[in-house]
């Protein structure tokens, strides 16, 4: 199970952290990705690890603002926001998939960011 937390309410120009912790698994043998859906839009892709874990992937509008990272000690898969647009506005999921299959098959349950102008 995947649980998504961190967001909340902040001004354009301002950073949140998002925290996406597993439950009863560790990431190992996962690719593990964030991604948005903003009202009205479709869900799209934010960023993601390589399957080896060893590069990032970004979508071309958070790229140099978002970094996902990945802390062992506490399981969980981190996005770091800076520099908040109001685009940004929308619920943040992180996903995984096993390494080898293209489809994200866990989802957690979604957490709001909300950015102001």
């Known amino acids: 199970q995947l649980q998504a937390s961190g967001g909340g309410l902040v001004q354009a120009g301002g950073s949140l952290r998002l925290s996406c912790a597993a439950s009863g698994r560790t990431f190992s043998g996962y690719v593990p990705a964030w991604f948005r859906q903003a009202p009205g839009k479709e869900r799209e892709f934010v960023a993601s690890f390589t399957w080896s874990g060893s590069s990032t992937y970004y979508a071309d509008s958070v790229k140099g603002r978002f970094t996902i990272s990945r802390d062992n000690a506490k399981n969980t898969v981190d996005l770091q926001m800076n520099s908040l647009k109001p685009e940004d506005t929308a619920v943040y999921y992180c996903?995984?998939?096993?390494?080898?299959?293209?489809?994200?098959?866990?989802w957690g349950q979604g957490t709001q960011v909300t950015v102001s102008s």
């Open positions: 996903a995984v998939r096993l390494i080898g299959n293209p489809k994200y098959d866990y």
